[in-house]
C-alpha cells in the first residue's frame, strides 16, 4: 500500500502523516515514510535523533545527475533511473519506523527539481510491496508535485484541509489534479477542528465529506514546540481520529 499525503501549506500534513505511520505500525504493517517536502520536518516529528545528520537524497548531486541520466546540455531525464540500492543507503530507522528524505535544492539559484522528483517517482512505481508493508508520502504543500506527477504510482492519496476558504480551495484543486492523474482513491481528511461549526463548514465546502476529523489539540502543539516526538493517548480525540483514518485506510478484511 503506497499513500501520499497532500495540501496547502500549514495545514498539518506532516503531523497527520506522523500519526498515520504509529497507527499503521501498531496495526503489524511494516512502514517507510518517505519526506518529499523541501522544508523536511517527519524526522523531528517521529523523535529521530540528530535529524542534522540525516542526508536527504538531493543533497547527492553527483548520484542524481547519474541516476536521473540527464545527458549535458539537454533538458532530458532518464525516466527509469536505478533506485534499488537506494533504500538502504539512504534509510534510518527508529523503534521500527523507516524514514527517507528526498530533500530539495539548497541554493537560489539551484534550478528545478527535476533530477529528485525523477528518482522519487522511479522508487515509487519500482517498489512491490507485501500487503504487511505500507509507504507513505509526505508530499510538498501545493499542487506543484502533480503536475510533474510524481506520485501516479500511489493507492490512496489524502489531502489535509481545514477549516477556512483557502484550504477548501488548495484542498479542491488538488482533488481535480489526482483525478486527472489517475489516483482512483482520493479522501479528504479535516485537521484543526475545533467544533461543530468547523464540520459543517468543512461538509458544505468540499465536495465530499473528509473521513477523519482531526481536533485543534493542544497536546499535539505542545510536543512541536518543545520538539518532541509526536504521541496521541489513544483515549484523545486525535486518536480517534487516527483509528478512524486506519479503518478507512484498512477496511475489514485487509487490516
Request: charged fraction near 25%; include cysteine; proline fraction near 5%.
Amino acid at each position: 500500500m503506497k499513500i501520499a499525503i497532500a495540501g496547502k501549506g500549514g495545514v498539518g500534513k506532516t503531523t497527520i502523516m506522523a500519526l498515520i505511520a504509529k497507527e499503521l505500525q501498531r496495526s503489524g504493517k511494516e512502514v517507510l515514510i518517505i519526506d518529499a517536502d523541501p522544508s523536511p520536518h517527519m524526522a523531528q516529528t517521529l523523535g529521530f535523533a540528530n535529524v542534522e545528520q540525516i542526508t536527504p537524497i538531493a543533497e547527492m548531486t553527483t548520484l542524481l545527475a547519474e541516476r536521473a541520466g540527464k545527458v549535458e546540455g539537454s533538458p532530458f531525464y532518464n525516466i527509469n533511473p536505478q533506485v534499488d540500492d537506494l533504500l538502504a543507503d539512504f534509510m534510518v530507522e527508529k523503534d521500527g519506523l523507516k524514514l527517507m528524505v528526498l530533500g530539495a535544492i539548497q541554493t537560489a539559484e539551484g534550478g528545478c527539481a527535476c533530477p529528485e522528483n525523477t528518482v522519487l517517482k522511479r522508487l515509487l512505481t519500482k517498489l512491490l510491496l507485501s500487503p504487511s508493508q505500507a509507504i507513505l508520502l509526505d508530499m510538498e504543500a501545493g499542487v506543484e508535485h502533480l503536475g510533474r506527477g510524481t506520485i501516479a504510482g500511489v493507492d490512496q492519496l489524502l489531502i489535509v484541509v481545514i477549516p477556512s476558504q483557502s484550504s477548501i480551495r488548495t484542498a479542491d484543486k488538488v482533488y481535480a489534479l489526482a483525478r486527472e492523474a489517475g489516483i482512483k482513491k482520493i479522501s479528504f481528511v479535516a485537521n484543526l477542528v475545533e467544533d461543530d461549526d468547523d464540520k459543517a463548514f468543512l461538509l458544505a465546502g468540499l465536495d465530499k465529506a473528509p473521513v477523519a476529523f482531526f481536533p485543534n489539540s493542544k497536546a499535539i502543539r505542545t510536543s512541536e514546540r518543545r520538539g518532541r516526538a509526536l504521541e496521541a493517548d489513544p483515549h484523545s480525540d486525535a486518536g480517534r481520529a487516527a483509528r478512524d483514518l486506519i479503518a478507512h485506510l484498512l477496511p475489514p478484511g485487509k487490516q
